[in-house]
């Protein structure tokens, strides 16, 4: 039981934790705070700031889309207008009636067109719909109309035309949104009446719905008209009027054309578009949405922030990672703003703002630098016509002067365009003038229009070449006059001459062949009534009585009331096509009768709810078990169970379904009445409404493969795992070697086959290499080590075993041997080697070394070599540069004193260390005393230090590893006698 002391002890070390944690913690929290409030401020705004940029992005998007169309209409009108000034010239009423019908039938965002005079009535009128509608700004649109100038324009507020009682002009079906686009008309100076376009917009609301509804949730797109009614569907749906439900956001829209509003019903971002039809756009952010919410607006945010007080000691990596999040977050919003912007800022066609003077850029869309090749950099400030082809230029240059000085509205040209890699395309160049506003008459800018029809213009030089190669021919067959026109191909397809044809249906019909003839007539009529295209496949004959295969295809012509007018077609020779195909039939039969005589079982499946045989060849049905007749009709998963052939009816039947050919070899197949399964190489084409599949029986193949790979298997594995790399030399060369080589030196086996290990060997190791052949070849065993290349020209020290190859009957065949690398054997042995007799600190010779040599060139010397001289030497207070500075400064000392006598000394001179400061020079080849003395000062002078420096000055501090010796001591003996007596203890004490 404790003691009180020991649970008082307890207490106060359980204080003091509590008191240090606590310490700890403070500070860290503090420090987390003050890093993590800035980094969650700057998030917010930064992911305001992307949210701001993307709406203003996608409210100038949506913008620019409406006055493009407002601009369309604005020019089809000038042109109808300009065309409706000039009686006479296309301006009576039936040429415009034909005009209105066809700007109808091809732009569908026209629902009416009208003419009226002035007392108000109409003059001409063509609704888009059978069941016309009045529209509720009708006459303020004439009123207006009436007192516009020559060239003015007038465009009205959309609005929904009403349902009365009686049908009245100028409407559509529904209540689908509408403007009103008017144009005064004269003639001559005096006032003729008024052009008037309906103009509905569910085409362009339902662009403006895609672009700005796709995420509704996170934001709103609304197009207002001037009385604040929401004109698209899905904003109908949502909201009601704007003055209605954002009374304050409609007092600032009605004071600002443009602008931005926040308050507790979210993010208003609106802009008006220029010019008198009162539109608006508006894009709403909804209050609470994910785009504006903060991090502590979302649970995993406080969980974060949480975590990160709790877990103190990982603040350094939560940072890391939190600024990570953060720079990632903020590049993929500006990617994901800057995409939206280029999309939105995109059209269909290229289209760019040019200056009316020179034609130069002063903006483009995406599409047009793709449709020239060039980026948005490279085509500001430069002229368009310059980027047409120079025979083309001057076409331009006309257009561009004929737009500046003229009036009449835009100019069409079909161009050549330049690409910067030399390769061109066709245009249809579209160039408008933008006029000034207020009383300036002048044009502003140019607006430049470029569809690209290089498609179109190919398909039509095709369309001559064959025409002109007499491939295909041309005719026109007028049927309310009867007047049949044949291009000069036809003649040559029918085999007349001009003079032998009337000209006429009956001239036609005479030249189809008889038994075709009811038939071809039949088709026309067919096309005549409406019923279905007139393509058909029929025989002609020749005046020669040659018979000749056509194919006609046709389009056909209507009026208002659904009658036939005229039919316009093509036809071309396709008799080599019909002998084709009747050659084909022929192979058939040859193919069924070679299915016969197949030996490998065939089948052919058809499927219709399942994988069905329509047809077998004997061999099939005798291996499958059942004859040909049991086999036709029965399903395959009858032959074939389900259970286990799963996968290969599910393959046959994505074959039969128009996928890949299946090739499958030694797959089980298990019969209905089998017991174990049959292994197959089966091959499955798909062909007509089925596929065709064919088997053959490779069972004992594989029990022989499988036998085989196994055995070769084991032979593999013993010589991939083996230590050794085995190999057999016949004649000297090498015949085989295990893979293992490529393991030891990188070097596939097929590059040591056919080379002699001479060759492959150290030109040094050669000879020990040869005597050890040589002894294999008597019948004994050898081992050495030889150095051998590498795969990268390194050399590696190889420890062979060889030994004799032989023959069954005993007869040495060859040498078989082992390789083995052994280079960390041979470096392990060469240091271990140096390392005994080197000084591991200063690099000298060891005492056991330095003696035995020493010993060694006595004994010499005795044999009659020249004398030696031996120089012992030490260093003076060598304790007080230990005690001054350390071990590690006495051991720099005694490096610097070796590599100095190295320096001093020759090549064939000893120098060893004895031990402590004790070091050992033994000279060789002195005349004389003397002259050994006169080496020995030379080592005394070039060792001692540089600059003195007395033990009195060494301060224990110091860290320098200079020499701080004032002398060396040195012991130097005339080596006479034997060498017992130099080895005697030094008792005179002397030093040189």
């Given at each position: 039981?404790?003691?009180?002391?020991?649970?008082?002890?307890?207490?106060?070390?359980?204080?003091?934790?509590?008191?240090?944690?606590?310490?700890?913690?403070?500070?860290?929290?503090?420090?987390?705070?003050?890093?993590?409030?800035?980094?969650?401020?700057?998030?917010?705004?930064?992911?305001?700031?992307?949210?701001?940029?993307?709406?203003?992005?996608?409210?100038?998007?949506?913008?620019?889309?409406?006055?493009?169309?407002?601009?369309?209409?604005?020019?089809?009108?000038?042109?109808?207008?300009?065309?409706?000034?000039?009686?006479?010239?296309?301006?009576?009423?039936?040429?415009?009636?034909?005009?209105?019908?066809?700007?109808?039938?091809?732009?569908?965002?026209?629902?009416?067109?009208?003419?009226?005079?002035?007392?108000?009535?109409?003059?001409?009128?063509?609704?888009?719909?059978?069941?016309?509608?009045?529209?509720?700004?009708?006459?303020?649109?004439?009123?207006?109309?009436?007192?516009?100038?020559?060239?003015?324009?007038?465009?009205?507020?959309?609005?929904?035309?009403?349902?009365?009682?009686?049908?009245?002009?100028?409407?559509?079906?529904?209540?689908?949104?509408?403007?009103?686009?008017?144009?005064?008309?004269?003639?001559?100076?005096?006032?003729?009446?008024?052009?008037?376009?309906?103009?509905?917009?569910?085409?362009?609301?339902?662009?403006?719905?895609?672009?700005?509804?796709?995420?509704?949730?996170?934001?709103?797109?609304?197009?207002?008209?001037?009385?604040?009614?929401?004109?698209?569907?899905?904003?109908?749906?949502?909201?009601?009027?704007?003055?209605?439900?954002?009374?304050?956001?409609?007092?600032?829209?009605?004071?600002?054309?443009?602008?931005?509003?926040?308050?507790?019903?979210?993010?208003?971002?609106?802009?008006?578009?220029?010019?008198?039809?009162?539109?608006?756009?508006?894009?709403?952010?909804?209050?609470?949405?994910?785009?504006?919410?903060?991090?502590?607006?979302?649970?995993?945010?406080?969980?974060?922030?949480?975590?990160?007080?709790?877990?103190?000691?990982?603040?350094?990596?939560?940072?890391?990672?939190?600024?990570?999040?953060?720079?990632?977050?903020?590049?993929?919003?500006?990617?994901?703003?800057?995409?939206?912007?280029?999309?939105?800022?995109?059209?269909?066609?290229?289209?760019?703002?040019?200056?009316?003077?020179?034609?130069?850029?002063?903006?483009?869309?995406?599409?047009?630098?793709?449709?020239?090749?060039?980026?948005?950099d490279q085509l500001e400030d430069q002229s368009w016509p310059s980027f047409c082809h120079p025979g083309d230029q001057p076409a331009a240059r006309q257009m561009l002067?004929?737009?500046?000085?003229?009036?009449?509205?835009?100019?069409?040209?079909?161009?050549?365009?330049?690409?910067?890699?030399?390769?061109?395309?066709?245009?249809?160049?579209?160039?408008?003038?933008?006029?000034?506003?207020?009383?300036?008459?002048?044009?502003?800018?140019?607006?430049?229009?470029?569809?690209?029809?290089?498609?179109?213009?190919?398909?039509?030089?095709?369309?001559?070449?064959?025409?002109?190669?007499?491939?295909?021919?041309?005719?026109?067959?007028?049927?309310?006059?009867?007047?049949?026109?044949?291009?000069?191909?036809?003649?040559?397809?029918?085999?007349?001459?001009?003079?032998?044809?009337?000209?006429?249906?009956?001239?036609?019909?005479?030249?189809?062949?008889?038994?075709?003839?009811?038939?071809?007539?039949?088709?026309?009529?067919?096309?005549?009534?409406?019923?279905?295209?007139?393509?058909?496949?029929?025989?002609?004959?020749?005046?020669?009585?040659?018979?000749?295969?056509?194919?006609?295809?046709?389009?056909?012509?209507?009026?208002?009331?659904?009658?036939?007018?005229?039919?316009?077609?093509?036809?071309?020779?396709?008799?080599?096509?019909?002998?084709?195909?009747?050659?084909?039939?022929?192979?058939?039969?040859?193919?069924?009768?070679?299915?016969?005589?197949?030996?490998?079982?065939?089948?052919?499946?058809?499927?219709?709810?399942?994988?069905?045989?329509?047809?077998?060849?004997?061999?099939?049905?005798?291996?499958?078990?059942?004859?040909?007749?049991?086999?036709?009709?029965?399903?395959?998963?009858?032959?074939?169970?389900?259970?286990?052939?799963?996968?290969?009816?599910?393959?046959?039947?994505?074959?039969?379904?128009?996928?890949?050919?299946?090739?499958?070899?030694?797959?089980?197949?298990?019969?209905?009445?089998?017991?174990?399964?049959?292994?197959?190489?089966?091959?499955?084409?798909?062909?007509?409404?089925?596929?065709?599949?064919?088997?053959?029986?490779?069972?004992?193949?594989?029990?022989?493969?499988?036998?085989?790979?196994?055995?070769?298997?084991?032979?593999?594995?013993?010589?991939?795992?083996?230590?050794?790399?085995?190999?057999?030399?016949?004649?000297?060369?090498?015949?085989?070697?295990?893979?293992?080589?490529?393991?030891?030196?990188?070097?596939?086996?097929?590059?040591?086959?056919?080379?002699?290990?001479?060759?492959?060997?150290?030109?040094?190791?050669?000879?020990?290499?040869?005597?050890?052949?040589?002894?294999?070849?008597?019948?004994?065993?050898?081992?050495?080590?030889?150095?051998?290349?590498?795969?990268?020209?390194?050399?590696?020290?190889?420890?062979?075993?060889?030994?004799?190859?032989r023959h069954p009957d005993g007869r040495q065949r060859g040498v078989v041997g082992a390789l083995q690398v052994v280079d960390r054997e041979v470096a392990v042995e060469?240091?271990?080697?140096?390392?005994?007799?080197?000084?591991?600190?200063?690099?000298?010779?060891?005492?056991?070394?330095?003696?035995?040599?020493?010993?060694?060139?006595?004994?010499?010397?005795?044999?009659?070599?020249?004398?030696?001289?031996?120089?012992?030497?030490?260093?003076?207070?060598?304790?007080?540069?230990?005690?001054?500075?350390?071990?590690?400064?006495g051991d720099a000392v005694l490096q610097a004193l070796a590599e100095r006598l190295r320096h001093c000394t020759r090549s064939g001179d000893l120098v060893g260390r004895?031990?402590?400061?004790?070091?050992?020079?033994?000279?060789?080849?002195?005349?004389?005393?003397?002259?050994?003395?006169?080496?020995?000062?030379?080592?005394?002078?070039?060792?001692?230090?540089?600059?003195?420096?007395?033990?009195?000055?060494?301060?224990?501090?110091?860290?320098?590893?200079?020499?701080?010796?004032?002398?060396?001591?040195?012991?130097?003996?005339?080596?006479?006698?034997?060498?017992?007596?130099?080895?005697?203890?030094?008792?005179?004490?002397?030093?040189?």
């Open positions: 039981m404790p003691t009180a002391g020991e649970r008082t002890g307890k207490q106060e070390r359980a204080k003091a934790s509590l008191r240090l944690a606590l310490g700890l913690f403070l500070p860290i929290s503090g420090a987390i705070t003050l890093v993590l409030l800035p980094l969650v401020l700057l998030y917010g705004q930064s992911r305001r700031e992307t949210l701001h940029t993307r709406l203003k992005a996608l409210v100038d998007g949506s913008s620019l889309q409406v006055q493009q169309m407002l601009r369309q209409v604005e020019r089809d009108t000038a042109v109808t207008a300009a065309l409706a000034d000039r009686p006479g010239k296309g301006g009576d009423e039936p040429t415009l009636a034909l005009l209105f019908r066809e700007q109808v039938r091809r732009e569908p965002r026209y629902s009416a067109m009208l003419m009226v005079n002035q007392a108000g009535d109409p003059l001409l009128e063509i609704p888009a719909r059978s069941d016309p509608q009045p529209s509720p700004c009708l006459p303020a649109a004439l009123k207006e109309g009436m007192g516009l100038p020559p060239g003015g324009f007038w465009l009205s507020s959309a609005q929904w035309p009403q349902r009365p009682q009686r049908p009245q002009i100028l409407g559509l079906e529904d209540r689908t949104p509408c403007l009103l686009a008017v144009r005064p008309l004269f003639a001559g100076k005096s006032r003729r009446g008024v052009l008037l376009y309906v103009t509905n917009l569910d085409a362009l609301l339902g662009d403006f719905d895609r672009a700005t509804n796709r995420a509704p949730q996170e934001q709103r797109g609304f197009l207002l008209n001037g009385q604040g009614e929401v004109l698209n569907p899905i904003g109908q749906g949502q909201t009601a009027t704007i003055p209605q439900r954002y009374p304050d956001l409609w007092s600032q829209m009605q004071r600002q054309p443009r602008g931005m509003r926040r308050d507790r019903q979210g993010l208003f971002l609106y802009e008006r578009i220029p010019g008198q039809q009162g539109l608006t756009v508006l894009i709403q952010m909804p209050p609470g949405t994910a785009a504006e919410r903060s991090v502590f607006h979302h649970p995993l945010g406080v969980a974060l922030v949480s975590g990160l007080y709790l877990l103190a000691a990982a603040l350094s990596l939560a940072i890391a990672r939190a600024q990570e999040r953060l720079e990632t977050s903020r590049r993929q919003e500006r990617q994901a703003a800057d995409r939206l912007q280029s999309v939105l800022r995109s059209a269909g066609v290229g289209m760019g703002l040019c200056e009316p003077d020179s034609g130069r850029f002063r903006g483009v869309n995406q599409a047009l630098c793709l449709l020239l090749g060039r980026s948005a002067e004929a737009v500046r000085h003229s009036t009449a509205g835009a100019q069409h040209l079909r161009l050549r365009l330049q690409r910067p890699d030399g390769s061109r395309v066709w245009g249809d160049v579209t160039l408008a003038g933008l006029p000034g506003a207020g009383e300036s008459n002048g044009t502003v800018a140019l607006i430049l229009q470029i569809v690209d029809v290089s498609e179109l213009v190919a398909q039509a030089a095709y369309l001559e070449a064959a025409a002109e190669a007499g491939i295909v021919g041309l005719w026109d067959w007028d049927i309310e006059r009867n007047v049949l026109t044949w291009d000069p191909v036809m003649y040559a397809l029918y085999g007349r001459r001009r003079d032998q044809f009337a000209g006429a249906y009956e001239a036609w019909a005479s030249a189809v062949h008889p038994d075709d003839r009811a038939y071809a007539e039949a088709e026309i009529q067919a096309a005549v009534q409406g019923w279905r295209p007139y393509q058909p496949r029929f025989r002609v004959v020749w005046p020669d009585g040659s018979v000749r295969h056509l194919q006609a295809r046709s389009r056909t012509t209507y009026d208002a009331n659904g009658k036939a007018l005229r039919m316009i077609g093509v036809n071309y020779d396709n008799t080599d096509q019909v002998q084709r195909e009747l050659e084909i039939d022929q192979q058939r039969g040859l193919l069924a009768a070679t299915l016969e005589a197949l030996v490998d079982p065939q089948l052919f499946l058809t499927i219709a709810g399942e994988l069905r045989i329509s047809e077998a060849n004997p061999a099939a049905a005798d291996c499958l078990g059942r004859s040909r007749n049991q086999l036709i009709g029965q399903p395959l998963a009858a032959l074939l169970p389900a259970a286990s052939n799963q996968q290969l009816l599910m393959a046959l039947a994505a074959v039969a379904r128009g996928g890949a050919p299946l090739i499958v070899d030694e797959h089980p197949l298990q019969l209905a009445a089998a017991l174990e399964p049959r292994y197959v190489d089966l091959r499955a084409v798909g062909v007509r409404d089925g596929v065709a599949v064919s088997f053959r029986d490779v069972t004992d193949r594989r029990r022989t493969n499988q036998h085989l790979a196994a055995s070769e298997e084991r032979f593999r594995l013993l010589a991939e795992n083996v230590t050794d790399v085995v190999f057999l030399c016949e004649g000297g060369r090498i015949d085989w070697i295990a893979p293992g080589l490529q393991l030891a030196l990188g070097w596939r086996p097929e590059h040591w086959l056919g080379r002699t290990l001479q060759q492959l060997c150290h030109p040094d190791d050669q000879g020990q290499l040869l005597e050890q052949l040589q002894l294999v070849g008597q019948g004994d065993q050898g081992r050495l080590r030889v150095r051998m290349q590498d795969r990268q020209g390194c050399w590696h020290w190889l420890e062979l075993h060889l030994g004799p190859y060469a240091d271990l080697n140096r390392r005994a007799r080197i000084d591991s600190l200063t690099g000298l010779l060891n005492r056991q070394e330095v003696l035995e040599r020493l010993a060694w060139l006595n004994q010499r010397r005795r044999q009659g070599d020249s004398p030696l001289a031996v120089l012992f030497c030490d260093v003076d207070h060598f304790k007080v540069i230990n005690d001054a500075h350390g071990h590690s400064g004895l031990g402590g400061d004790e070091l050992l020079v033994v000279l060789q080849g002195m005349d004389s005393l003397a002259a050994a003395e006169a080496l020995a000062q030379k080592s005394t002078a070039a060792c001692r230090p540089r600059t003195p420096c007395p033990p009195a000055r060494c301060s224990p501090r110091s860290r320098s590893v200079s020499p701080c010796w004032k002398r060396t001591n040195r012991w130097m003996r005339w080596w006479t006698g034997p060498i017992r007596r130099c080895m005697r203890p030094n008792n005179t004490g002397a030093t040189a």
